[in-house]
């Protein structure tokens, strides 16, 4: 039976677990994450969809697997060609355009539990520049946990969307212009300034209106704070 659903493909190569994947990517990255399916990978593979579950399992797995083709593609800097800060800055970078190559995968990145093989190299990673950096148990722990969960927390919020039906522009920004400014004095003020552009009070995602200035900023505090902590480590001279 398993000789069977690895190369009963007409004719064609056999199926492969990386070509499930990668069919399953194009159909998340064109119709979003809610229209994958078990059956609809098989179609366009032209497989009984017994064979995709034979490679795979359950599509929670699927769409695992698929997300984690994310960090497989993500090209890291050399660990000994940058400083430390370099380091973290240039794959902080190279994380968040590759989220921007597939922004239907935000929801799963961001809220993922489980252990992803394809994701362990860049969490070796980033241990070991903050371990080679003088950073060690709670201290390391605090840091690593501080870089990913702003990196992959700030991305997934970045690209947030509202589904398949758009906001109402003009709606969004008439609820925002009509509010007490007695109650919202800070908000009012500043409308036009966060209006579209501010967490919580912006219409359009990541994808079409993006957040470089916001990102960048999240990125130098948080460089910042692991760089304080590195120098409190320090030998006093």
């Not at 159909?27 to 579950?53: M, N, S």
């Not at 698929?66 to 800060?85: M, N, V, Y």
């Not at 799963?108 to 080679?132: K, M, W």
């Not at 969960?149 to 997934?156: D, E, K, M, T, Y």
Request: charged share 20%.
């Amino acid at each position: 039976m398993a000789n069977v659903q690895k190369t009963s493909r007409n004719g064609q190569a056999p199926l492969t677990k990386d070509m499930i994947l990668s069919a399953a990517v194009g159909i998340v990255d064109e119709q979003g994450l809610q229209a994958l399916t078990i059956r609809k990978v098989a179609d366009a593979l032209g497989v009984y969809p017994t064979a995709i579950t034979w490679h795979i399992g359950s599509k929670d797995q699927l769409v695992a697997d698929a997300s984690g083709l994310i960090f497989e593609t993500l090209q890291l800097p050399g660990d000994k060609a940058h400083d430390w800060r370099d380091w973290l800055r240039l794959t902080a970078a190279s994380f968040r355009e590759s989220m921007h190559k597939h922004p239907n995968f935000a929801v799963v990145i961001g809220n993922q539990l489980h252990t992803s093989l394809p994701a362990l190299p860049f969490v070796e990673r980033v241990l070991r520049i903050l371990n080679d950096n003088g950073l060690q148990g709670a201290g390391l722990l605090k840091a690593y946990n501080a870089y990913v969960g702003c990196l992959i927390g700030w991305v997934s919020l970045e690209l947030s969307s509202s589904g398949a039906t758009p906001p109402d522009a003009e709606g969004q920004l008439g609820v925002l212009n009509n509010l007490d400014q007695r109650l919202y004095t800070a908000l009012s003020r500043n409308l036009p300034v966060v209006a579209n552009k501010a967490f919580m009070v912006r219409w359009d995602s990541g994808t079409s209106n993006p957040m470089d200035d916001s990102f960048e900023f999240m990125l130098d505090s948080v460089l910042a704070g692991i760089a304080d902590s590195i120098k409190q480590l320090a030998p006093q001279g």
